[in-house]
């Protein structure tokens, strides 16, 4: 439920409302606005008064929040949320490009991809150690080796690392190498997973799944938020249509719509997107234009080598024109780089 307050409702008739409210188990976001003060209130499953919050001192009006994904919708939330990473806000003026290898596959790899990566202005690492494959006889990842990699290189290059954690009960192990867990595609619905990561309070990038909807992608984020756990972030990474020329087809619709519907920070994933190196830069420039907060983006210092995904990694040279370019659609757009 929206609970509207009255224009120069008193201090304390908005804290009676919060208070009462929290006391009685529900969830509560407040959003001061210029004009009046909105209260957001979730009773997960419980009926809400709505006469009765009508009827309190300083309340205006209180109206159902009509989303599904409650706590994920604009309605509950309207301001946007920014995320912090280590210092890096994502969800503000600049655009945080994610970049580096799809997989972990050892400490001389990852260094090279990291540094060739920060010197072309990334601000964030990426790598799996544990690679949801769909073939049980791909590479699978290196594991807790390929965690401690990642931490030597966060060492060695001072950049935050995100990385795939694949079960809930691998949560703790992930978050004490992790800055950002990543939730993949193919667990997007893993509710166990969901509840674990929102437990962790740690951040999340939560990928949209390869056959879900956008309210579907919105709900389990709520499954996140439902934690306290407010650090949230969603990947659009493509889903799967009746084209096969790429892997999947990237929906850059989703950018300004779940900018609409939601107050989290949104990145876009070109490199799975696509499955093609070459259209990487393309889309990457399109989703900038779009309103993305953000990019990931697959980056290998040898793609003919990689473990995993090499086709649609790029060079370390590529990626570093990739960000020239996308500096001038940024500004173009009023965002920075
Ligand atoms: C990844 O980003 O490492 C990955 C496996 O992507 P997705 O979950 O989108 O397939
Ligand atoms: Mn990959």
Redesign the pocket.
């Known amino acids: 439920m929206i609970v509207v307050m009255k224009r120069g409702a008193t201090r304390a008739s908005i804290a009676n409302v919060i208070v009462r409210r929290e006391q009685a188990g529900y969830r509560t976001h407040v959003s001061e606005g210029e004009e009046r003060t909105i209260v957001g209130i979730i009773g997960n499953g419980r009926p809400l008064d709505r006469e009765q919050i009508g009827r309190m001192a300083g309340v205006e009006r209180a109206v159902p929040i009509l989303r599904p994904f409650k706590l994920a919708s604009r309605e509950f939330h309207p301001h946007d949320t920014v995320v912090d990473i280590n210092g890096i806000s994502i969800g503000l003026q600049q655009v945080i490009v994610i970049a580096g290898p799809?997989?972990v596959e050892g400490p001389e790899q990852m260094l090279e991809a990291a540094r060739a990566v920060k010197d072309a202005g990334a601000h964030m690492l990426r790598g799996?150690a544990f690679?949801p494959r769909t073939s049980p006889y791909s590479f699978q990842g290196l594991g807790e080796e390929g965690l401690r990699i990642l931490a030597q290189v966060r060492e060695a290059t001072s950049l935050p690392i995100i990385t795939e954690v694949m079960d809930p009960q691998m949560v703790p192990l992930v978050t004490t190498y992790a800055d950002v867990l990543q939730v993949g595609a193919r667990n997007m619905q893993n509710y166990a997973l969901l509840n674990a990561v929102g437990d962790s309070q740690r951040p999340v990038m939560l990928k949209r799944g390869m056959m879900s909807t956008i309210e579907e992608l919105l709900m389990s984020a709520a499954y996140i938020l439902s934690h306290g756990n407010e650090r949230v972030i969603l990947c659009e990474r493509g889903i799967r249509t009746f084209e096969t020329y790429t892997r999947n087809t990237l929906d850059l619709s989703a950018v300004p719509l779940l900018k609409q519907l939601c107050h989290l920070p949104v990145v876009v994933d070109p490199?799975?997107g696509t499955g093609k190196w070459e259209l990487v830069e393309p889309l990457s420039l399109a989703a900038v234009a779009a309103g993305a907060d953000g990019l990931l983006i697959?980056v290998h210092p040898h793609p003919e080598d990689a473990l995993?995904?090499g086709a649609?990694s790029l060079k370390p040279a590529r990626f570093a024109a990739l960000m020239q370019n996308l500096r001038a659609v940024a500004e173009a757009v009023g965002r920075t780089l």
Request: aromatic share 0%; with cysteine.
């Open positions: 799809c997989a799996g690679k490199s799975h697959e995993s995904d649609q």
